[in-house]
């Protein structure tokens, strides 16, 4: 909840100075005026299907550029800090996280969904249980890597009824990242930061495929892509079993999708960059 208490206090604060600081003729019960402190470290991105715009989940909230258009503009007045985060239908998203602190909801989230493109968002499962900060989906199968309340130990959960009830699967090690084969869910490349990982059984057995670690994506059929740690685009035309270097992307990832066409990254700094061949050549499409 790093940045969910950074809002809070800063509203707590300026609210204080206010009151203290203010004439005797001014009304007391003026808001204070809080600067918006914009995308803050992107978590997760997202193409809607039903616009083309891209939606930028961050410890600040949920942010909305629409297609052609370099501007970022927060969803709602909401403050939401949104961690595991994607797109699975027009206007329809799953994500998880901590909530706005204006909210009286508990730390952990849990799985939740949004079926107006993240005007709101509803609870599905595990509520207050589970802090997803890896979340993908295909169909109804769901995997979600994160944090438990109670024991604060991480692991991955899969769910193969859109998230009503889950199963543990143990993990080579804590998961960065997960990409879901599109021909078949049961099929998943993950990377920790030791290595990349292949399933073919939803989690159920895992094997070692290299020691290269990153951010991944598997857009069709089996052309999958990597960013590694150290900004280097990787693809693989055979699901995952080898790669070869294509581009690079400028910087570490903090965040990595992408659909049929088009591969988005965003960078530490808060940028945004988009490839349109295939991970070859990067532009911004977007800044904070």
């Not at 809080?34 to 809607?48: I, K, Y």
Request: aromatic share 8%.
């Amino acid at each position: 909840m790093r940045w969910v208490c950074s809002v809070a206090a800063v509203l707590a604060a300026a609210a204080a100075v206010t009151g203290c600081g203010g004439s005797e003729d001014e009304p007391t019960s003026r808001p204070p005026v809080v600067e918006d402190p914009g995308p803050v470290h992107v978590h997760g991105l997202g193409v809607n299907p039903a616009d083309g715009a891209l939606f930028i989940a961050t410890h600040t909230g949920l942010f909305r550029s629409p297609r052609d258009d370099r501007k970022t503009r927060r969803v709602k007045d909401r403050f939401q800090d949104t961690m595991g985060f994607t797109v699975v239908g027009p206007d329809r998203f799953l994500g998880s996280g901590h909530p706005d602190g204006r909210e009286d909801l508990p730390p952990f989230l849990g799985l939740l969904r949004s079926t107006d493109a993240g005007q709101s968002w509803d609870p599905v499962s595990l509520l207050g249980e589970r802090d997803f900060h890896v979340l993908e989906a295909s169909g109804r199968r769901i995997y979600g890597f994160g944090s438990d309340f109670e024991t604060r130990r991480t692991g991955l959960l899969v769910s193969d009824d859109a998230g009503a009830s889950w199963n543990e699967r143990a993990v080579p090690e804590p998961l960065l990242s997960l990409a879901i084969d599109p021909r078949n869910p049961a099929r998943a490349l993950a990377s920790g930061e030791q290595g990349l990982y292949l399933t073919a059984d939803a989690g159920r057995r895992w094997r070692s495929l290299s020691n290269e670690a990153g951010l991944l994506a598997w857009p069709r059929g089996a052309t999958a892509y990597l960013v590694t740690l150290d900004g280097r685009v990787r693809r693989s035309i055979d699901g995952g079993i080898r790669w070869r270097h294509v581009g690079d992307v400028g910087g570490p990832p903090s965040a990595f999708d992408a659909t049929a066409g088009e591969l988005y990254v965003a960078l530490h700094d808060g940028s945004i960059k988009l490839s349109a061949d295939g991970g070859r050549t990067w532009r911004v499409r977007s800044r904070p």
